[in-house]
């Protein structure tokens, strides 16, 4: 369970662990945010977003090549995954989720988010 204003990645698995992952929002509420980072599309650096809670029960489905980041929107947030590849520490990756290229609207207030080291630390989307 987290709290409201945790922000999460952006994380994605290098190969060969990509992932793709279907999320979903078992009690509370968060903006969910995937970032395409396939440097041949015509869309890489572009971000979608959708609310996804336990009262509207949507999914969002990110496919491998997408980096993926979540901000909880209400207390005793708990979301599941499924994945299509198993986790690997070594392969794990995060985008730092301010990185202006990118430029993600965050719903909360910097002064309002709690994020981990590991997640303000992670690399820029050219540094890949």
């Known amino acids: 369970m987290s709290a409201k204003g945790v922000l999460r990645g952006l994380h994605f698995q290098d190969a060969p662990f990509t992932q793709g992952k279907l999320v979903r929002v078992v009690a509370g509420k968060v903006f969910d945010v995937a970032v395409d980072i396939r440097k ?59 990185d202006q ?14 994020i981990s080291e590991k997640d303000m630390n992670g690399k820029f989307l050219k540094d890949l």
């Not at 901000?71 to 005793?76: A, K, V, Y």
């Not at 290229?101 to 709690?114: C, H, Q």
């Open 101 to 114: 290229s990118i430029n993600i609207t965050w719903p909360l207030s910097v002064e309002e988010l709690i």
């Open 40 to 98: 041949e599309s015509p869309s890489y650096g572009q971000w979608v977003s959708a609310i996804l809670s336990d009262r509207n029960k949507k999914q969002l489905w990110i496919p491998p090549g997408f980096a993926h980041g979540f901000l909880t929107l209400s207390n005793d947030t708990e979301i599941i995954y499924k994945v299509t590849n198993f986790y690997s520490k070594e392969h794990d990756i995060s985008i730092n989720p301010f």
